[in-house]
Structure formats: C-alpha cells, structure tokens
C-alpha cells in the first residue's frame, strides 16, 4: 500500500491536470448548427458563446428562426459536453468517475 505522501501527491498531480485541461478547454470552439448549417453558433468547450450567424433567407420567419437558434445552441452544448467529458476522461489517466458525476464548469 502506498503511504499518504504518495498519494497526496497524486492528488495533486490530479488536481494540477484537470486544472490545465480546464484552462485549455476554454480555447477549444465547438460549432453547434441547424437547418442544414443555416444557423450556427460558434462556442467554447465550456459553453462561452462566441458568435451566431444566421442565413439571410431566415430573417422572414421569427418562428423558424428562434427554432433553429435553440437547436443550434443545444447541438453546441451537447459537442461541448462530448468534448469535456473526453477531455476530463483523458486529464484523469483513465480513472473513472462516479455515475452522474460532473465537473464544475
């Protein structure tokens, strides 16, 4: 068995990598789209939204649009989440989390 300075050094080594990868995923953009690309949002892993384009020919139909806008942010949300979640998995050399267990950003 390893004695407690091992392993609060591990511990820290940890905490140290999941900090790194949570800074690198702030730079790491995800494009969620809609409508066959006509709306897309532009974010970070982390959900920071950094642009939305919208195709000139929806501009007529508020409906559609505001449809299309939700979709394209859910659909970021959920590459975003997929790319945390493997980034974490990655950070933390394999070691499994509990179930429902979720990070703080």
Known sequence: M?????IM???QEAQNKLMEEQAR???????????GGMV???????GRVIAVNIDDSLLG???????LVAAAF?????????AVAGSMSQAMGGMQM???FKMPF
């Open 9 to 11: 050094k591990m511990a």
């Open 61 to 67: 139909d508020k409906q559609m649009l505001e449809d």
């Open 25 to 35: 995923l702030e730079k790491v953009e995800i494009e969620g789209a809609s409508g």
């Open 98 to 100: 509990p179930p429902g």
């Open 2 to 6: 390893q004695n407690i300075e091992d």
């Open 74 to 82: 859910n659909d970021a949300r959920v590459k975003a989440e997929a």
């Open 40 to 46: 897309k949002v532009r974010a970070t892993a982390k």
